[in-house]
């Protein structure tokens, strides 16, 4: 829904490049942004382009008011049994919230069933792919890109967010730039997979807890 509402966004700034409409008078896609928008559609457009961005504008209230929907129903969900815990744990970790936590769970599912880091980047195409040519060579290329896309999504909004507020993130991110100031996208995976096996070692960690506290006394 989310990258639905991007695209019409997409499509009604392109609507409004091509009718010669530049700027506008408020912050994109706030409340008066979108009065502006409507007040268009009656001052300064043609009437095909007018009811194009009609049309665009009924859509996109259409997605925001499903992805309230659904965010609420994910809300719900985390708050069950089955994950409030570890929800609860995992949205500790700075720029991880409910989403998140719970696209990772989710599309990991039984956490236990890793026995080790590598194998959680190499599940979630985090790692690198290798080339071997028979000749005792192994290079090394781009990520592999295989397992879930959307928990690479999130992980990757997660690191963008706690690189702007913790400083022990920009650090360690600005650690591996230095080593390869062209290819800053490489730290990007990189702190990328270390949230990921950290949200690994919390979600076990909770895991264990909640079977030692279901044993009987």
């Known amino acids: 829904m989310a990258e639905d509402a991007t695209a019409v966004q ?5 609507l409004l490049k091509r009718n010669g409409i530049e700027s506008a008078p408020a912050k ?3 409340i008066a942004y979108c009065e502006w928008l409507n007040g268009l559609r009656d001052r300064e457009l043609p009437s095909g382009a007018s009811a194009a961005l009609g049309s665009l504008l009924r859509q996109l209230a259409w997605l925001w008011s499903e992805i309230k929907r659904l965010d609420a129903q994910v809300l719900g969900l985390s708050q069950t049994e089955r994950y409030a815990s570890l929800v609860a744990a995992l949205t500790k970790q700075q720029g991880v919230g409910v989403l998140t ?4 769970l989710t599309e990991l599912g039984d956490l236990s069933r890793f026995a080790n880091r590598q194998q959680v980047g190499s599940f979630l195409g985090l790692v690198p792919s290798s080339f071997e040519t028979g000749e005792g060579s192994d290079r090394k290329g781009h990520i592999t890109r295989q397992g879930p896309t959307r928990v690479r999504k999130v992980l990757c909004q997660a690191v963008w967010a706690r690189l702007a507020h913790s400083p022990d993130e920009r650090a360690a991110y600005d650690r591996i730039v230095a080593r390869n100031p062209k290819h800053k996208k490489i730290a990007v995976v990189a702190r990328m997979r270390v949230l990921a096996v950290k949200l690994w070692h919390k979600g076990l960690e909770v ?11």
């Open 10 to 14: 997409s499509r009604i700034r392109w």
């Open 28 to 30: 994109p896609w706030t």
């Open 101 to 104: 936590a719970m696209v990772y």
């Open 207 to 217: 895991r264990q807890a909640m079977r030692v506290a279901a044993v009987p006394t």
